[in-house]
């Protein structure tokens, strides 16, 4: 069965780095794309971009231009995504998701990213 | 961006009541609209793509149809879990923009 599982909480200080993985099995993982979207505490979903774990190729969301790199490792089936420059807005559940056609059929548990000094 | 915007924000239901939940999109995106049910604490689920196919695995108490920039989700008959919150998605261009979503509660 497709299972996407993340990695565990994070605890960041203000302008640090926080990396978060997901990893997939039950599938053929080059042949889908991952999203990342994450959701800040009371609030909705916000989309942050794409990668294609074939060729590793990315799309991202203009707010997150600079800042965000999704990467992938194709003997683990692992992607990531590592925000940068954290401020205290950026406390949020990430979740990566997998992408079948045109929209997202597999869901990771979510991580949460507390950013705090 | 192609705002998406549903209505209403929230609403008030008891079990067996039939509900339904629009979402609008500022501009066409002909049927490159998802449903997503969300519980506390919990991921997101898909229940519809494409207007207006099912999910596989999903109750068909629940539907969705519209194309263009008008959808609507609906629930034929509410069930005890289906008090969540329901998010529209469209996936017609990037980025991939949500409805604020929909708290449908217990009367």
């Known amino acids: 069965q497709v299972q996407l599982v993340q990695s565990g909480a994070e605890v960041e200080k203000p302008g640090a780095s926080v990396k978060v993985s997901c990893k997939a099995s039950g599938y053929i993982f080059i042949n889908y794309y991952m999203h990342w979207v994450r959701q800040a505490p009371g609030q909705g979903l916000e989309w942050m971009g794409i990668?294609?774990?074939?060729?590793?190729?990315?799309s991202y969301a203009q707010k997150f231009q600079g800042r965000v790199s999704m990467t992938r490792d194709t003997s683990t089936s692992t992607v990531y995504m590592e925000l940068s420059s954290l401020r205290s807005e950026d406390t949020a559940v990430y979740y990566c998701?997998?992408?079948?056609?045109?929209?997202?059929?597999?869901w990771g548990q979510g991580t949460l990213v507390t950013v705090s000094s | 961006d192609i705002q998406m915007t549903q209505s209403p924000s929230s609403l008030s239901a008891s079990v067996g009541d039939r509900v339904t939940i629009t979402c609008r999109a500022s501009?066409?995106?002909?049927?490159?609209l998802n449903w997503y049910q969300q519980k506390p604490a919990k991921a997101p689920k898909l229940l519809i793509y494409?207007?207006?196919s099912l999910q596989s695995g999903v109750p068909s108490r629940f539907s969705g149809s519209g194309s263009g920039t008008d959808f609507t989700l609906t629930i034929a008959s509410l069930q005890p879990e289906d008090f969540a919150i329901y998010y529209c998605q469209q996936s017609y261009s990037t980025p991939w923009t949500f409805g604020q979503g929909t708290k449908v509660e217990i009367k």
């Open positions: 501009q066409s995106i002909i049927t490159y």
């Open positions: 990668i294609n774990p074939s060729g590793g190729s990315t």
């Open positions: 494409a207007a207006s």
């Open positions: 998701a997998r992408r079948a056609g045109a929209h997202l059929d597999y």
